[in-house]
Nanobody
Framework: QVQLAESGGGLVQAGGSLRLSCAAS????????HGWYRQAPGTQRELVAT???????DYGDSVKGRFTISRDTAKNTVYLQMNSLKAEDSAVYYC??????????????WGQGTQVTVSS
């Protein structure tokens, strides 16, 4: 019912920047929460950043002050600007969205993931 299309991953040197995008499409009434998680090999998936329909943001402790999440509500798209990247930011980044597709029914959706690799 809902698809998440991610883009923007890749290889960057430490200290550099990348911008990720995630566009939601399908049967969307409202996106309550939209954002990014990441998972490095051998670790659990962790919060990177999310933004709610009210504009409230939440960041993982390790990215505060370096990453910024923003959104274009007309396009159902969120962006993650990642600055001052470190080797430890290397991971697969997964887009996440909690979507109401009617006024009462909702679901949690995940993208397929995009690889971010930071070389030191």
């Amino acid at each position: 019912q809902v698809q998440l299309a991610e883009s923007g991953g890749g290889l960057v040197q430490a200290g550099g920047s990348l911008r990720l995008s995630c566009a939601a499409s399908g049967s969307i009434f409202n996106i309550v929460s939209h954002g990014w998680y990441r998972q490095a090999p051998g670790t659990q998936r962790e919060l990177v950043a999310t933004i709610t329909d009210g504009g409230n943001t939440d960041y993982g402790d390790s990215v505060k002050g370096r990453f910024t999440i923003s959104r274009d509500t007309a396009k159902n798209t969120v962006y993650l600007q990642m600055n001052s990247l470190k080797a430890e930011d290397s991971a697969v980044y997964y887009c996440y969205a909690k979507v109401y597709y009617t006024g009462y029914s909702s679901g949690d959706y995940w993208g397929q993931g995009t690889q971010v690799t930071v070389s030191s």
